[in-house]
Every structure is written in C-alpha cells, then in structure tokens.
C-alpha cells in the first residue's frame, strides 16, 4: 500500500507541474468558448449576401462544362450560382478541391485577380470598393482557414474592408466567391477560446496527424495524472483522524496550507476534470473507433440511387430558374440525384428552398420529398436494412440538436435494423443525409458532447441552467489549477534551492580536498 501512495503522489506531482498551465488554458477557454469558437461564416449569411441568379447568357449545359474539366469520376456536387455578372457551374469532384466553369463562355476559373477578388467582397458587403484592398493571396492555409475541409477552396485573395472592424474577407479562387469573413473581435475572441483550447496553431493544426497525436497523447497523460492524484487523495484519508498536522490536531488528511486547500479542491471538482480530460481524449476518437455522425461517401451515393450524372438533367438550368421564380427567387441552385431521379434544388436569400425534377416532366416546384421515398432511400444507404421506425421530428431530439438552432427543422429520423443499428436523419427539404449516427456514433455522443460539453437535455434546454453548470465546475477546477500552480512553483523553488546548496557544498569540498589541516602540520 505504502508503495502504490508513493508512486501515485510522485506520478501526481510530476505530471501536474509539467500540466498545470495547461489545465488553467483549458478551462479558461472554454468559458469563452461557450459563447465564441474560431470565426466562420454560416449557411444563411452566405445566402443572404449572395447576387440574385441571372442565367439569361447561360451558353454552356453542365454536362458540357464537367466534360470540359476531363474528370474520371462523377462530381460529388453540383451547384450554379454568380462571379460578378456571369454565371458559374461550380463541380466538386472526387479530388477534394472545387473547381469552376464559366457558363457563358466555358472558360475555367484558375484564378481571381485582385481587382475581381474586391469587386465579389464588395458585392458581398455592399461596400463601395475604395473601402477594399487585397492584402495579399494566400496559396495555402492560415490561422483562420486551417481547417484540413477548407482546402477545398484554395487558394484564396484575403480582402481587408475599412469598415472600422477590422473586417477580413477571404475570397475563395476555386470558386470565386466570399468564404469566410472574420472581424478583429472574432480573432481577439478565437485567441482567447478556440485557439488555445483546441491548440489550433496554424503551425500545428495544418498537420491532421501530428495534431491528433499531441492532443491524444497530452490527453492521455492529462488522464493518468487525474488517475493519480484521485488515487493518492484516496489512500491518504483517514476516517480515524490519526494525522496531526499545524493547525488541525486531529484530521482526516495529512496536510495543511496549500496543499490542504488542494486536497479540497480535488474532492468537489477533480473527478470533473478526469471526465473532462476523458472526454476530450475520446473527442480525438483514438484508433478511429467511432465513424463520428458524417455520411460516408458511399452511403451518400447508396442514398441517391445513382452518382451525380449531369447528362441525366434534360431540363436546362436557365428554364429552371423560371419555373422556381413563381414560388422563390433563387440565388443557387444545386443539381442532386435523389431515388436515381434528378433534381434542381433551390435556395433563396433567405435560406428558403424548393425541388424541381430535373426530367421537365413536371413545372411545379415542392418544399419536401415524401417520406416513404425518405424512408427507402434510407434503408438503401444501410445495406437494404428494414427501416425499424421512422418520424419526421419538428423539433430537436438527444442525437439531433443545436443551441444556435442553425440544424434544419423537420428532419426525418429512421432507425434502421442493420447490423450497427443506425439512424439517419434527413432533411426532407434538400433530399440529403443531414447526419448518421451508428451505435458507436451514439457513444461518443455522450463521451464527447455528454461528458466534455454537458450537453444533457435537462440542461441544455432550459439555459441558463447550463451556462452556470459549466461556469461553476469550471471556476471550481481553475480554483484546483491556481492551487496546483502555487504548490508547482513552490515545490520547484525549493528543489531549486536545495541542488544550489548541494552543488555548492560539493564545489567547496572538491576545492578543499587533498589541502593539509592544521593538526597535520610537522
């Protein structure tokens, strides 16, 4: 017993001055990552600034234009939309990178000059453009684009705007239009959460691998010392009282001052930590355990019905856009295959959207699929596995949630029967797999958003009852790091004092050695 209390005090106290700076980031960041992460731009801002779609010198079909770019495979998407005043096919091909086609005259967009890169920021912010100027083109990712899924749409122009914000808008050169946009808030406000929480230095971060590995290793030996520290807390009670310490004649614990303070600390908010810490290691999903709630290419594909053929729309997209004129006005469309059937879909500046076949068969345009039709695309995308229930939700459930309440509503939900007992949840306004949760998906639902972010439905529906939760427990643990901190530097200064003296007694006997005393003088 004696030897287990040694090792996990020394693993404790070793592991906790190299982690306790770390610990205090940690919990720091992720208060003001309650109300901040890294900048971005969201779905509706995007549609709301886009230009309304004019496809009246449309010259090129999209078949002719994805036959232009010699790809083997077929596009993964599809979507038409506006540079300035000329209309775009824009193609996402299996490469991983977006590539576009001028639809007027077929010329691919390689690259965007600076005054073209103003004139869609411009156009975006409603800015006159002396109130713009490139910075300068960035052919690979920065602090704010590190994101491995934002290499689709390098390289881009970044775009300062003297609107008094500090506003910088990245303008994508694959697809000629405004990606994200950040402010100096949004930066000072990233620097204080996101970055340091998550270690998203661009110099890190770019590398998916080695990121994953710093954090999976620094979570790990974070959970071996809270293991530790648990341990030895554990061991050193005693109900008896037998420890006589300054202050305390009779006490539980061995110690006093700060290190009593520590103890204290540690029996409120330290198994907090180790199911943070916890948590945040099964965030990194080690060993790739869990398929995390993305579709997988192929059950996209299964879910369609057929892959993504241009030459299957006999309806051309300039009609198309008339025929939705009488129930939206579009700013995009997007070409989909849904039950091997083609499909327009259109969205609007205010993030309404609408179907139309792509056969010409039919002019009327329809908000939502029919949800048998969900129902056995759904089974298809799981091997053909019998649909066990299925619901179309009008409001958030524990899987399929979102404070912000960006996630689209209704959703469809079905639980199927096959062997990883999966639900998919699809929009029945896009036709698309919105998420897919296996068993283990379900899991980390809890390990992850659960155990680390606590988001439990009895709290994170009736706010603020969660932001105190979580601003509580953090307090209580940044307490417990200040207290770590302290007995850190204390226990460092006076090892640092004790090897001082001892190399200096040894630097004093070495210098006097072999020298005669005065007893042995002849």
């Not at 009670?237 to 004649?249: K, L, M, Q, T």
């Not at 959207?353 to 329809?366: I, N, P, Q, V, W």
């Not at 091997?383 to 939700?393: C, F, H, K, V, Y």
């Not at 283990?440 to 972010?453: A, F, I, P, V």
């Amino acid at each position: 017993m004696k030897w287990l209390v040694k090792q996990a005090i020394l693993w404790h106290r070793y592991l906790g001055i190299f982690f306790c700076l770390f610990f205090a980031i940690w919990f720091l960041s992720g208060v003001v990552m309650m109300y901040a992460s890294m900048p971005e731009l969201t779905e509706a801002d995007r549609l709301a600034h886009l230009a309304q779609l004019d496809l009246s010198t449309v010259r090129l079909s999209p078949s002719d234009a994805w036959a232009k770019l010699q790809q083997s495979d077929s596009p993964l998407r599809i979507t038409i939309g506006m540079v300035g005043a000329r209309p775009v096919f824009r193609f996402f091909p299996a490469s991983g990178k977006w590539i576009s086609v001028f639809a007027d005259d077929g010329e691919v967009l390689r690259s965007l000059d600076p005054s073209t890169a103003v004139q869609v920021a411009t156009a975006y912010e409603k800015l006159p453009s002396r109130a713009m100027h490139v910075i300068r083109e960035l052919p690979d990712v920065d602090q704010w684009t590190v994101d491995p899924t934002f290499r689709a749409y390098l390289p881009f122009q970044l775009v300062a705007a003297e609107d008094g914000n500090g506003t910088e808008y990245y303008v994508s050169e694959a697809t000629g239009s405004v990606f994200l946009g950040t402010t100096g808030r949004s930066r000072f406000l990233a620097w204080c959460g996101a970055i340091p929480h998550w270690w998203y230095i661009r110099s890190l971060r770019a590398n998916g691998p080695l990121w994953r590995g710093v954090m999976i290793t620094a979570s790990a030996w974070g959970i071996v010392m809270c293991i530790a520290g648990i341990t030895a807390g554990i061991l050193r009670f005693s109900p008896s009282r037998r420890f006589r310490v300054p202050g305390h004649a009779n006490s539980y614990i061995p110690y006093a001052g700060w290190k009593r303070w520590h103890y204290y600390f540690a029996g409120f908010f330290g198994l907090f930590t180790l199911t943070w810490m916890i948590s945040g290691f099964f965030t990194m999903t080690p060993g790739r355990w869990s398929p995390g709630p993305d579709p997988t290419e192929a059950e996209i594909r299964a879910f369609a019905g057929a892959d993504l053929n241009p030459q299957a729309f006999r309806l051309a997209p300039a009609p198309a856009i008339r025929l939705f004129q009488r129930c939206l006005q579009p700013v995009e469309l997007e070409m989909i295959i849904f039950e091997g059937q083609p499909y327009y879909l259109a969205r609007d500046h205010g993030s309404e959207m609408r179907l139309l076949s792509g056969l010409g068969g039919s002019d009327t345009c329809f908000s939502e699929m029919p949800a048998h039709d969900l129902a056995r695309a759904a089974s298809r995308a799981a091997g053909n596995a019998a649909p066990l229930e299925s619901t179309m939700l009008r409001a958030y459930d524990t899987y399929y949630y979102d404070y912000s309440h960006r996630k689209p509503l209704p959703i469809f939900r079905v639980r199927l029967t096959d062997s990883r007992h999966t639900w998919l949840y699809i929009n029945p306004r896009t036709a698309l797999i919105q998420a897919r949760y296996t068993n283990r998906s379900r899991y980390e639902r809890w390990l992850w958003q659960g155990l680390h972010d606590l988001d439990f439905p009895f709290l994170y529906w009736h706010r603020p009852a969660w932001d105190l939760t979580v601003i509580i427990l953090s307090v209580g643990g940044m307490a417990l790091i200040v207290t770590s901190i302290v007995l850190a530097w204390k226990y460092l200064l006076q090892s640092t004092k004790r090897n001082f003296r001892t190399a200096l007694s040894l630097r004093v006997e070495t210098k006097y050695r072999g020298k005669p005393t005065m007893g042995s003088r002849q």
